[in-house]
T-cell receptor, first 115, second 114 residues
């Protein structure tokens, strides 16, 4: 595709349910990043992938959060047993590599609301 | 710990005037990159400008330029000839090459007055 896409664009769920957020990066981009943006806040770095490997998972807020990536393609961020504090916009970005000299291209985000 | 601080929650500028957004950062690494991103109400994050820490020359992109003061760990963004379309949230960010992590500031909301 022409850009990074994310689905769904909006998700409303009940507390305690599991949710899966999807990110489709730009074709050929080996690096993929997930961020969380709470209302009125900056971006909180969650995890990055180089290919399908995530070398550092320390940015994930709790063990309820997990992420996977299939090859150098789609990635899913899963939140189990959602809590109200998980409500936020989840942004995905991809780039040609993990060096800062490569521009990150962001998707439009998924707005998650936990009731 | 790596931190990025934007001390101006909101700024206003008259159309066609110049405005400067402030950013300070803290890193112990020698290899890092600095960025300014724009986030309009559509939520789409857009890269405005990038600065490699090893380059002394300040980056410039059309009406956007930075004042990179490495010793002071300061990285401000100057927008010249402000346009209504510049109205957005602006985020300063730092990428450390050793950790591969991006750290973002809390943002500055820029309003452009007609």
């Amino acid at each position: 595709g022409a850009g990074v896409s994310q689905s769904p664009s909006n998700k409303v769920t009940e507390k305690g349910k599991d949710v899966e957020l999807r990110c489709d990066p730009i074709s050929g981009h080996t690096a993929l990043y997930w961020y969380r943006q709470r209302l009125g806040q900056g971006l909180e770095f969650l995890i990055y992938f180089q290919g399908n490997s995530a070398p550092d998972k320390s940015g994930l807020p709790s063990d309820r959060f997990s992420a996977e990536r299939t090859g150098e393609s789609v990635s899913t961020l899963t939140i189990q047993r959602t809590q109200q504090e998980d409500s936020a916009v989840y942004l995905c970005a991809s780039s040609r590599g993990t060096s800062g000299r490569f521009e990150q291209f962001f998707g439009p985000g998924t707005r998650l609301t936990v009731l | 710990a790596q931190t990025v601080t934007q001390s101006q929650p909101e700024m206003s500028v008259q159309e066609a005037e110049t405005v400067t957004l402030s950013c300070t950062y803290d890193t112990s690494e020698s290899d890092y990159y600095l960025f300014w991103y724009k986030q309009p109400p559509s939520r789409q994050m857009i890269l405005v400008i990038r600065q490699e820490a090893y380059k002394q020359q300040n980056a410039t992109e059309n009406r956007f330029s930075v004042n990179f003061q490495k010793a002071a760990k300061s990285f401000s963004l100057k927008i010249s000839d402000s346009q209504l379309g510049d109205a957005a949230m602006y985020f300063c960010a730092c990428f450390e090459s050793g950790t591969y992590k991006y750290i973002f500031g809390t943002g500055t909301r820029l309003k452009v007055l007609a």
